[in-house]
């Protein structure tokens, strides 16, 4: 279940994670684009960490991958893989904590998810959405290979404020 790049290595969340977890999505900048409110009390991430440990990279349904920095073995993200019920198509997202972005660690991170789901798995179709003010997130997908599909304007209440989302499709053929 482990992921490995040459920086990272992208495993299963542990309890001893829910402080790092607590920390990064409390940040403003980070959860700016994301459903969840900060800051994250250390009780709700420690729920979130033994729920996130309890999922299967195989099954339908989320599974969470905790980003570790290989060389100092600390947590500095996750990656959320949706599984469809047919085992052929997914939907991906991607937190780093502020002080590790704009080194590559999430492109790293997503790219070694996609290589896994199109590889080992065989999968057919991966998408992804973000927020259309989250240029830097779009900006990862294309480097990725995703294209832009669409976009649903005013289509979320995110925050007290109504905000489009950009769409993203990445075919296994895409990758060849």
């Excluded at 729920?47 to 996130?52: H, I, L, S, Y």
């Excluded at 990279?57 to 989320?62: A, H, K, L, N, S």
């Excluded at 947590?75 to 590790?100: K, P, S, Y």
């Excluded at 990862?140 to 995703?146: D, H, I």
Aim: net charge positive; with cysteine.
């Amino acid at each position: 279940m482990m992921l490995k790049t040459p920086r990272l290595v992208l495993r299963r969340f542990r309890t001893e994670d829910a402080a790092a977890l607590a920390a990064y999505r409390s940040d403003p900048l980070v959860a700016r684009y994301q459903s969840w409110p900060a800051p994250v009390p250390y009780d709700a991430a420690l729920r979130a960490v033994r729920r996130f440990a309890e999922g299967s990279p195989d099954r339908p349904g989320w599974f969470q991958y905790a980003v570790e920095l290989a060389a100092e073995g600390c947590l500095v993200g996750d990656v959320g893989v949706f599984l469809h019920e047919n085992l052929m198509q997914a939907e991906i997202g991607f937190t780093l904590a502020a002080e590790r972005q704009g080194r590559g660690y999430a492109t790293e991170a997503v790219g070694a998810v996609l290589a896994d789901l199109f590889g080992r798995r065989g999968l057919h179709r991966v998408a992804a959405e973000c927020d259309a003010r989250n240029h830097r997130s779009a900006r990862l997908l294309q480097r990725l290979g995703f294209v832009q599909e669409g976009t649903r304007r005013q289509a979320t209440w995110l925050k007290g404020e109504w905000t489009d989302d950009m769409l993203f499709g990445l075919l296994a053929t895409d990758r060849r």
